[in-house]
């Protein structure tokens, strides 16, 4: 059976919107894209290669088109080309017409929370989801989040789609906590 480990960078204030690039993600008038640019340092990227593979990732249908576009145009060497090709992808979208271009991909159309709850049943090990803020609120919402990594940003947005929105209260127990030379809190938190 599988597990869901979300991998998300927030602000303080708990955006997660647009953290890569200015032109990332502009809905709603937001005007902070790219604010993680200059946080990256060693402690990070050794934390991120010993996460290890993924069994399989998940994504919304949006970031999908996102990073996969953007990691697989961009020159050589990067650490995730090769990681994002070849690994299995999970696309949750409600349109069941929605075409996936790129390789190892798999469409789960529809509601959902239904469609990863199947999708457990059938991954067997971590699945792995990047981003996908409002994939992540369904998914928390119906509790089929087993894991939160979160590189919490020393910067207050103010503005910005937040990683949880409205609802119940749930307890998280916090697994390791790392902090990078930038300032950066990396932590692992398991749902109660």
Same mark, same amino acid.
């Given at each position: %059976?599988?597990t869901?480990?979300? &991998?998300?960078?927030?602000?303080?204030?708990?955006v997660? $919107?647009?953290?890569?690039?200015?032109?990332?993600?502009?809905r709603?008038? &937001?005007?902070?894209?790219?604010?993680?640019?200059?946080? /990256?340092? $060693?402690?990070?990227?050794?934390?991120? /290669?010993?996460?290890?593979?993924?069994? /399989? %990732?998940?994504?919304?249908?949006?970031?999908?088109?996102?990073?996969?576009?953007?990691?697989?145009?961009?020159?050589?060497?990067?650490?995730?080309?090769?990681?994002?090709?070849?690994?299995?992808?999970?696309?949750?979208?409600r349109?069941?017409?929605?075409?996936?271009?790129?390789?190892?991909?798999?469409?789960?159309?529809?509601?959902?929370?239904?469609?990863?709850?199947?999708?457990?049943?059938?991954?067997?090990?971590?699945?792995?989801?990047?981003?996908?803020?409002?994939?992540?609120?369904?998914?928390?919402?119906?509790?089929?989040?087993?894991?939160?990594?979160?590189l919490?940003?020393?910067?207050?947005?103010?503005?910005?789609?937040?990683? &949880?929105?409205?609802?119940?209260?749930?307890?998280?127990?916090?697994?390791?906590a790392?902090?990078?030379?930038?300032?950066?809190?990396?932590?692992?938190?398991?749902?109660?």
């Amino acid at each position: %059976m599988g597990t869901i480990s979300v &991998f998300v960078s927030v602000s303080l204030d708990g955006v997660m $919107q647009g953290p890569g690039r200015a032109d990332e993600d502009t809905r709603g008038g &937001f005007r902070h894209g790219g604010w993680g640019a200059g946080y /990256a340092d $060693q402690v990070i990227g050794k934390y991120v /290669a010993e996460q290890g593979g993924a069994a /399989a %990732m998940l994504f919304g249908r949006r970031t999908y088109d996102d990073v996969l576009g953007y990691w697989t145009s961009v020159g050589e060497p990067n650490p995730f080309t090769e990681t994002l090709v070849n690994t299995p992808k999970y696309v949750a979208s409600r349109r069941p017409d929605t075409v996936l271009a790129h390789p190892n991909s798999t469409l789960l159309a529809g509601e959902a929370a239904g469609a990863v709850a199947g999708l457990k049943e059938r991954v067997d090990g971590v699945i792995r989801v990047l981003g996908s803020g409002e994939l992540v609120r369904s998914l928390h919402a119906a509790g089929l989040v087993e894991e939160y990594v979160l590189l919490t940003h020393p910067i207050v947005l103010g503005s910005g789609t937040r990683l &949880f929105g409205e609802g119940e209260r749930t307890g998280l127990e916090l697994q390791e906590a790392i902090t990078a030379t930038t300032g950066v809190v990396i932590a692992r938190y398991r749902t109660n």
